[in-house]
């Protein structure tokens, strides 16, 4: 009798752990590449990975896996720092790649000339989400510093959504005023007083408008206004591109030091390519995220209202300094938003 | 004499009021649960769940308790009988260290592990030259679930042996038993329910962990994510019925742990009485 139930016990344990171990692999691929990406994109990136698996199946006749992890870009920055073996990381903040580079040296610092377009297979902008028949008549980053208008968006402290609305709206008013730094304040000031709620990320900010009401609009990028817009209902919302806007760039990149491990570069460089070829743009133009290839472009234009995007970078200096002088303790924003 | 509460009315009032805060705060919130999973059907609830992700869910879930359980079984047993039956100093001290486990807010806990085995903590680089890495992979899961759940077995037994007391492993030790012997058929034999239960509770911990694996995990899809992670992932995907199926699984696994439980407690229980 004990001696049957320690048999038993001992193939049951054997069974589990082999069934646990055994689904943790449970498709062999010859190789797989992990790729650390921001929050919202799942969606995304579950559509587009198994096209690029297709695509180099073809190719190299060889079978690859693409892993997903998602959070928060810079939270994907620190988890590589800290050890996380992404292959490839696709981000939403250029200053989140950069940190790769000077805190960690896993990539070389002049990464953003590796791949065309300063590294950003796809850009987005800001856009302004605005409730039925735009009753504030919402139109330019000017309005937002109107009276009576609430405005939503994330915090630009604590969110990359935020940092770019922020950046946005300091942009636009010094292209308009032609760089009258003090009118620029001035713009600021009324426009962060209309603030409803500061939300510390784009998720909480897209609740706080569509499912608890608050606010008249909501800025976010482009891409996710109207797929919040697709969501919530296409008749109770609408998305304004405004005339003058920032460029928000998706920066991609592969993490040297982990693909020289993984022995991936050639798949990292694969992958990151993939996203470049009219294949990848199309599925990305239907995420509405905006892209470079010509025909794509052109096949989903009535999507992408014209717009003159300014970059960071020109219009306000590197992201360094840009970080510095405005987000920093003591900067630019708190300075503004004391009353 | 009449005391404060020995009225019908009272007694009644009381009664309905446990339940209807029984059924607010337990039961309702649980049958919810399974409402949630169920609400588009039987098919999307059989589909999420027998997904590779969630299958991958379950297989890590179920490993990282099947480790976990083993390791803080033999700890737990070890320390209790450190603690019971034998004085050194710092003994309270240690008794009072067990309990940090309990004190510490798991995620507290995970960024501890983080700052340690991490590619830049002070032995995880140690550990990265020889190319080992624990964190963003299982075994840093395991490591941290490990020390949230280490304390249920010994919390349980350390009452228990020193109520008990060491009269009758003194009394095995005068007529010559090995200290193997006298662990078999003497300590075991008298703890064996207070170790199940210890088991039990660390078990249900370990599959239900998510604070301190959280911040280990690097939520990569279909490698570190177990199912309590799995729930908060599919949730914020706005796969309610995928986030809610896995939320009834988990459940199902508490219930039936709950059910195991008390089972023992009724045979402990009648073992009492016929003893």
Redesign the interface.
């Known amino acids: 009798m004990f001696l049957r139930t320690t048999l038993l016990r001992r193939v049951v344990?054997t069974a589990?752990?082999s069934?646990?171990?055994?689904?943790?692999q449970?498709?062999s691929a010859d190789r797989e590449l992990?790729n650390a990406s921001y929050?919202i994109a799942?969606?995304l990136f579950a559509e587009l990975n198994p096209q690029f698996v297709e695509h180099w199946q073809e190719e190299h006749g060889e079978s690859v896996e693409v892993?997903?992890?998602?959070?928060g870009s810079s939270t994907q920055a620190r988890?590589i720092?800290?050890?996380?073996?992404a292959d490839v990381v696709t981000f939403n903040q250029v200053t989140d790649v950069d940190v790769l580079a000077q805190k960690g040296q896993l990539i070389p610092d002049d990464w953003q000339s590796r791949l065309p377009n300063y590294s950003s297979p796809y850009y987005s902008t800001m856009a302004f989400l605005v409730r039925k028949d735009n009753p504030k008549d919402i139109h330019t980053w000017a309005d937002l510093a109107g009276d009576d208008v609430a405005l939503v968006f994330p915090n630009p402290k604590t969110s990359g959504n935020g940092r770019y609305t922020y950046l946005a709206a300091w942009a636009a008013s010094n292209h308009d005023n032609g760089n009258d730094d003090a009118a620029t304040r001035d713009y600021m000031k009324r426009m962060l007083a209309n603030v409803e709620v500061f939300d510390t990320g784009g998720?909480g900010a897209t609740t706080t408008f569509a499912e608890r009401g608050i606010g008249d609009v909501l800025i976010t990028f482009e891409s996710e206004a109207n797929n919040i817009r697709n969501?919530y209902g296409p008749d109770d919302y609408e998305v304004v591109v405004p005339p003058v806007d920032i460029m928000a760039e998706f920066p991609v990149t592969w993490v040297d030091k982990n693909t020289a491990?993984n022995g991936t570069e050639d798949l990292a460089k694969g992958y990151l390519e993939y996203l470049y070829s009219p294949e990848a743009q199309r599925t990305l133009a239907q995420y509405y995220y905006r892209v470079n290839d010509d025909e794509i472009s052109k096949e989903f234009a009535e999507r992408f209202p014209q717009t003159t995007l300014l970059r960071v970078e020109d219009a306000l200096g590197s992201w360094e300094d840009v970080m510095q002088t405005h987000f920093a303790n003591g900067g630019e924003l708190d300075q503004l938003q004391r009353r | 004499m009449k005391r404060i509460g020995d009225g019908t009315g009272t007694r009644l009032g009381l009664i309905t009021l446990a339940v209807i805060l029984t059924t607010l705060f337990l039961v309702i919130p649980l049958a919810g649960i399974f409402y949630q999973a169920f609400a588009e059907g039987l098919a999307p609830f059989w589909q999420n769940l027998t997904s590779?992700f969630t299958?991958?869910a379950?297989?890590?879930t179920?490993?990282i308790a099947?480790m976990t359980v083993p390791v803080n079984l033999i700890f737990g047993i070890f320390l209790a009988w450190l603690v019971t039956r034998f004085t050194f100093p710092g003994r309270r001290i240690l008794q009072t260290l067990i309990d940090i486990p309990f004190a510490v807010s798991p995620v507290v806990a995970g960024l501890l592990y983080?700052l340690l085995y991490?590619?830049?903590?002070w032995l995880?680089s140690i550990l990265?030259e020889q190319?080992v890495?624990l964190?963003?992979a299982?075994p840093g899961m395991v490591l941290v679930t490990i020390f949230v759940t280490c304390p249920f077995v010994a919390r349980e037994l350390i009452p228990l042996m020193q109520a008990q007391g060491s009269a009758e492993e003194e009394a095995g030790v005068t007529l010559g038993a090995s200290g193997w012997m006298l662990f078999r058929r003497i300590t075991l034999p008298n703890i064996r329910w207070a170790l199940v239960y210890g088991v039990i509770l660390t078990n249900a911990r370990a599959i239900g962990e998510f604070g301190a694996v959280s911040v280990v995990s690097?939520?990569?899809?279909?490698?570190t994510i177990n199912l309590p992670l799995q729930v908060e992932l599919l949730y914020?995907?706005?796969n309610t019925v995928g986030a809610f199926t896995s939320a009834a699984l988990l459940a199902a696994l508490a219930i039936v742990t709950l059910m195991i439980k008390a089972l023992l407690e009724w045979h402990t229980h009648r073992r009492e009485k016929t003893a």
Do not use: V
Request: no cysteine; glycine share 14%.
């Open positions: 344990a589990a752990l069934m646990a171990l055994g689904s943790t449970a498709f992990l929050d799942r969606e892993k997903q992890t998602h959070a988890a720092l800290q050890g996380l073996r998720r969501q491990r | 590779n299958r991958e379950i297989g890590l179920l490993l099947l983080l991490g590619r830049t903590g995880g990265s190319d890495q964190m963003f299982w690097g939520s990569i899809r279909g490698e914020q995907d706005y």
